[in-house]
Antibody, heavy 118, light 108 residues
Framework: QMQLVQSGAEVKKTGSSVKVSCKASGDTFMYRNLHWVRQAPGQALEWMGWITPFNGDTNYAQKFQDRVTITGDTSMTAAYMELSSLRSEDTAMYFC???????????WGQGTLVTVSS | EMVMTQSPATLSVSPGDRATLSCRASQSVSNNLAWYQQKPGQAPRLLIYGASTRATGIPARFSGSGSGTEFTLTISSLQSEDFAVYYCQQYNYWPPLTFGGGTKVEIK
């Protein structure tokens, strides 16, 4: 049974960047996609992008295309999401999630709260 | 972008009653539809994938149906732990993968 553990809460200034990590135990990301999904306070879930760790392919939502970078390490047990040019609207809980190559989400991290203020 | 619309936004149900949640896609997504449950302060949990296949460990009172553009999640007899927000998600067209706006199931 895979478990995903994310890095801790962050407080950032507008215009800066944040990098959130997601580390797996109990299994690897082999033949799976690793996604990032965010949720603003009181709002619905919003998909940001994914990485296929075994070949490094990425796919991003157009909304975040210019500001997000998702990377993974060669162990296929860790992945990272960096969001740049932060604005107040980026204040949200950020989740990593793993699913099969079909792209639904079977395992979720606990979430990382990112707060952006001036 | 595929738009997923859930209804109702809020559903008030008494414990032991049946709850029926709807999800509509703006175009056919075949059966590439998943349902998640989210409780306050927690990550979502996968309930259903492939429109009707229960995920591992999900009780039989949860069932999914539908294909194409119309989908339903039914909770046959609501337990106290089922009061939560439920999201549908399509994975037929990407990018982007898209979620519905959620249905909150609350105690009547």
């Amino acid at each position: 049974q895979m478990q995903l553990v994310q890095s801790g809460a962050e407080v950032k200034k507008t215009g800066s960047s944040v990098k959130v990590s997601c580390k797996a135990s109990g299994d690897t990301f082999m033949y799976r996609n690793l996604h990032w999904v965010r949720q603003a306070p009181g709002q619905a879930l919003e998909w940001m992008g994914w990485i296929t760790p075994f070949n490094g392919d990425t796919n991003y939502a157009q909304k975040f295309q210019d500001r997000v970078t998702i990377t993974g390490d060669t162990s296929m047990t860790a992945a990272y999401m960096e969001l740049s040019s932060l604005r107040s609207e980026d204040t949200a809980m950020y989740f990593c999630a793993v699913g099969p190559l079909d792209n639904y989400f079977g395992y979720w991290g606990q979430g990382t709260l990112v707060t952006v203020s001036s | 972008e595929m738009v997923m619309t859930q209804s109702p936004a809020t559903l008030s149900v008494s414990p032991g009653d049946r709850a029926t949640l709807s999800c509509r896609a703006s175009q056919s997504v075949s059966n590439n539809l998943a349902w998640y449950q989210q409780k306050p302060g927690q990550a979502p949990r996968l309930l259903i994938y492939g429109a009707s296949t229960r995920a591992t460990g999900i009780p039989a009172r949860f069932s999914g149906s539908g294909s194409g553009t119309e989908f339903t999640l039914t909770i046959s007899s609501l337990q106290s732990e089922d009061f939560a927000v439920y999201y549908c998600q399509q994975y037929n067209y990407w990018p982007p993968l898209t979620f519905g706006g959620g249905t909150k199931v609350e105690i009547k």
